[in-house]
Nanobody
Framework: VQLQAFGGGLVQTGGSLRLSCAASGPSFSDYAVGWFRQAPGKEREFVAAITWTGRTTRYASSVEGRFTISRDNAKNMGYLEMNSLKPEDTGVYYC??????????????WGQGTLVTVSS
């Protein structure tokens, strides 16, 4: 599975962005999808995950209630809707495919990151 994340950009505090993750390969729907982010000088951290069916999701406490993860297996796409953005949401966002966990090492496939910058 090859993944490509896109949709990042510069947004003001309180704004919204929708990240997309395009997957290629016949088995995308077999995997959970996760979103992770890495801020400058910090380690990569878990943001959200969704099971292969799309029925179950989980979020980091820092984004719960503001971000929504979703997927469309028919289109081989994953999404991360981000609302009420804060400067601390700034970072490079990565999508990944693998097991439904919050640990990065549980994910087998990674896309290149897309930069999200939230200005104060």
């Amino acid at each position: 599975v090859q993944l490509q994340a896109f949709g990042g950009g510069l947004v003001q505090t309180g704004g919204s962005l929708r990240l997309s993750c395009a997957a290629s390969g016949p088995s995308f729907s077999d995997y959970a999808v996760g979103w992770f982010r890495q801020a400058p000088g910090k380690e990569r951290e878990f943001v959200a995950a969704i099971t292969w069916t799309g029925r179950t999701t989980r979020y980091a406490s820092s984004v719960e209630g503001r971000f929504t993860i979703s997927r469309d297996n028919a289109k081989n796409m994953g999404y991360l809707e981000m609302n009420s953005l804060k400067p601390e949401d700034t970072g490079v966002y990565y999508c990944a495919a693998g097991s439904y966990y919050s640990q990065a090492y549980k994910y087998d496939y990674w896309g290149q990151g897309t930069l999200v910058t939230v200005s104060s």
